[in-house]
């Protein structure tokens, strides 16, 4: 008998634990909307917050504390059709650092092509095999690309299994030539153009970089501050390579739009660095940024 309790137990605990990987805040901003009702968001709103927390995305088993700490927002901008929105989605995520109460932002992206159907109290289920609807595979989407982009900062090329599966979500969509979000043309900074450029065997220093920046930089300052400074520098260094082969390069504007401010931070105090190849460098592969970059001394 104690055995078969012991059993239960261990096959509860085991349930619980699986899956829920992120700890997503979902917020959908419909206040520029008039004369629609408000009610249908607000159920929008809750049936995204249960999709995306209460969803199995993976096979691993994370605990409480390890969940990824994300959030998604949907400004709704227009109408443009019976149940049909169109607006912006802004999605951040972040990471702890180690020995620290510190979180590192490690995804601030604004997608400028969101455009969706959506009807109160309609499903959301998310299916591998085929495409649902564009709501579903818009939410799916970001949900492996921050696994992906979190993974790759604890492991080397450890987001590629997500990354694989954001492509596949991308690849189902059905017409993507008529949804800008989804386009194949690699000129649009979008979702198609994100992950192409992510699994892109040419970038994989920049996944080298991301793995240096946290693992080797971040998670090493609280014992060595100095050195975890240095490794930062030579990540956002090497990056430099990216900038050469594409000068326009978007996954180089993913990285400085999450960690623009983060960067200044670190090169404005603590133990001095070189820094002049570094302001160079930032101001070679984010020169919309200048103003940032000058801050750094």
């Given at each position: 008998m104690?055995?078969?309790?012991?059993f239960?137990?261990?096959?509860?605990?085991?349930?619980t634990l699986?899956?829920?990987e992120?700890?997503c805040k979902?917020?959908v901003?419909?206040d520029?909307l008039t004369?629609?009702?408000?009610q249908?968001f607000?159920?929008?709103?809750?049936?995204?917050?249960e999709?995306?927390?209460?969803?199995t995305w993976?096979d691993?088993?994370?605990?409480?504390?390890e969940?990824i700490?994300?959030?998604?927002?949907?400004?709704?901008a227009?109408?443009?059709?019976?149940a049909?929105y169109?607006?912006?989605?802004q999605v951040q995520?972040?990471r702890?650092?180690y020995?620290s109460?510190?979180?590192?932002p490690?995804?601030n992206?604004q997608?400028?092509?969101l455009?969706f159907s959506y009807?109160?109290?309609?499903p959301?289920?998310?299916d591998?095999t085929?495409?649902q609807?564009?709501?579903?595979?818009?939410v799916s989407y970001?949900?492996?690309?921050i696994?992906?982009?979190d993974?790759?900062t604890?492991e080397?090329?450890g987001?590629?299994p997500?990354?694989e599966?954001a492509?596949r979500?991308?690849n189902m969509v059905?017409?993507p030539t008529?949804?800008?979000?989804?386009d194949?043309?690699?000129?649009?900074?979008?979702?198609?153009?994100?992950?192409?450029?992510?699994l892109?065997?040419?970038?994989?220093?920049y996944?080298?970089s991301?793995?240096?920046?946290?693992?080797?930089?971040?998670?090493?300052?609280?014992?060595d501050?100095?050195?975890g400074?240095n490794e930062i520098?030579?990540?956002?260094?090497?990056?430099k390579?990216?900038?050469n082969?594409?000068?326009?390069?978007y996954i180089?504007?993913?990285?400085?739009?999450a960690k623009e401010d983060?960067?200044v931070?670190?090169?404005t105090?603590?133990?001095?660095?070189?820094?002049?190849?570094?302001v160079?460098?930032?101001?070679?592969?984010?020169?919309t940024?200048?103003?940032?970059w000058?801050?750094?001394?």
């Open positions: 104690y055995k078969i309790l012991t239960i137990g261990i096959f509860f605990i085991t349930v699986t899956g829920q992120l700890n979902i917020i901003n419909a520029r004369g629609s009702s408000t249908v607000k159920t929008l709103e809750n049936s995204l917050n999709f995306v927390n209460q969803s993976t691993k088993t994370y605990l409480p504390h969940r700490e994300c959030s998604m927002v949907f400004n709704i227009e109408e443009i059709g019976d049909t169109k607006g912006t989605l995520s972040s702890p650092v020995n109460i510190y979180t590192s490690v995804f992206h997608d400028k092509y455009t009807r109160e109290f309609e959301l289920r998310y591998e085929s495409y609807s564009e709501l579903i595979s818009i970001y949900a492996y690309v696994l992906g982009m993974a790759d604890f080397l090329f987001g590629d997500y990354y599966i492509q979500i991308t059905e017409d008529n949804k800008p979000g989804w194949t043309d690699l000129s649009k900074k979008n979702r198609y153009r994100l992950i192409t450029e992510l892109s065997r040419d970038n994989r220093i996944r080298q991301m793995y240096k920046y946290h693992r080797k930089g971040l998670d090493l300052m609280e014992s501050l100095k050195e400074k520098y030579a990540a956002i260094k090497d990056m390579g990216i900038y082969r594409n000068m326009t390069s180089l504007r993913v990285f400085t739009d983060e960067i931070k670190i090169f105090g603590g133990p001095k660095v070189n820094t002049v190849d570094l160079e460098v930032l101001n070679k592969i984010a020169p940024k200048s103003n940032k000058s801050q750094i001394k």
